[in-house]
């Protein structure tokens, strides 16, 4: 199953960009790109999803490597309710999502 | 639609005694997850299910774990005969019939402590 690798924590101040990178040189061509987050004491939440193209949503983007191999999610105006633990997950071969540690985002006021 | 349901939200043990842990997935959904997140790490992947069916345990322990997904009702994980290391938060996922490798909608978790 491939893996992710992504920075163990980020810093953002309020209402600025922040890109948070994954990395997966392993995917496989039929593998999803999810990106969850997940609040301290909560379950994760979906984020955004994709597979080659580029993604938007109403809560992020998703930028895609042409070649697959890394990913960034894009918060255009970062609050202080999105500070969270983001995860970058692939689909194992049943469908099971394989979390890495994740990027813990603090956001500054 | 209510989102995925599980029970209890918080579980204490004692050692040696069983923990049953509950989730019902959104509805219209028939695959469900098992997750396990220790403190400071990230979800491992435990078990994948559908109704009345196991499709992938790779990740479950041998002994003492195991989990059903009935006709009628909710997924259950069960641990017989808990250990301290078995304290961890337990989430369930669940993703639509057909759409293995997309979405998956997680529970709020049980946070099991096993004293």
């Known amino acids: 199953d491939a893996k992710t690798t992504q920075p163990n924590s980020m810093e953002s101040n309020e209402e600025e960009p922040v890109h948070l990178p994954c990395n997966h040189s392993?995917?496989?061509?039929?593998?999803?790109i999810h990106w969850y987050r997940q609040l301290p004491s909560q379950g994760p939440e979906y984020v955004i999803h994709?597979?080659?193209s580029n993604v938007n949503n109403r809560m992020a983007s998703l930028a895609i490597a042409e070649d697959r191999k890394s990913s960034t999610l894009i918060l255009h105006r970062a609050t202080l309710r999105d500070a969270a633990v983001y995860y970058c997950?692939?689909?194992?071969?049943?469908?099971?999502?394989?979390f890495g540690k994740g990027t813990k985002l603090s956001v500054k006021p | 639609n209510a989102g995925v349901m599980q029970n209890p939200r918080h579980l204490v043990r004692r050692r040696g005694q069983e923990a049953r842990l509950r989730c019902s997935p959104m509805?219209?959904?028939?695959?469900v997850y098992w997750y396990r997140q220790l403190p400071e790490e990230g979800l491992k992947f435990m078990v994948y299910?559908?109704?009345?069916?196991?499709?992938?345990e790779s990740g479950m322990p041998k002994e003492r774990f195991s989990a059903e997904f009935p006709k009628e009702g909710p997924s259950i994980l069960r641990i017989q005969q808990v250990v301290r290391g078995d304290s961890a938060a337990y989430f369930c996922?669940?993703?639509?019939?057909?759409?293995?490798?997309?979405?998956?909608?997680f529970g709020p978790g049980t946070r099991l402590l096993v004293l």
């Open positions: 996922a669940s993703s639509p019939p057909g759409r293995t490798k997309e979405t998956q909608y």
């Open positions: 392993t995917i496989s061509g039929t593998d999803y």
């Open positions: 994709g597979l080659t």
């Open positions: 997950t692939l689909g194992g071969s049943q469908g099971n999502l394989i």
């Open positions: 509805k219209g959904h028939s695959h």
């Open positions: 299910l559908q109704k009345e069916n196991i499709i992938d």
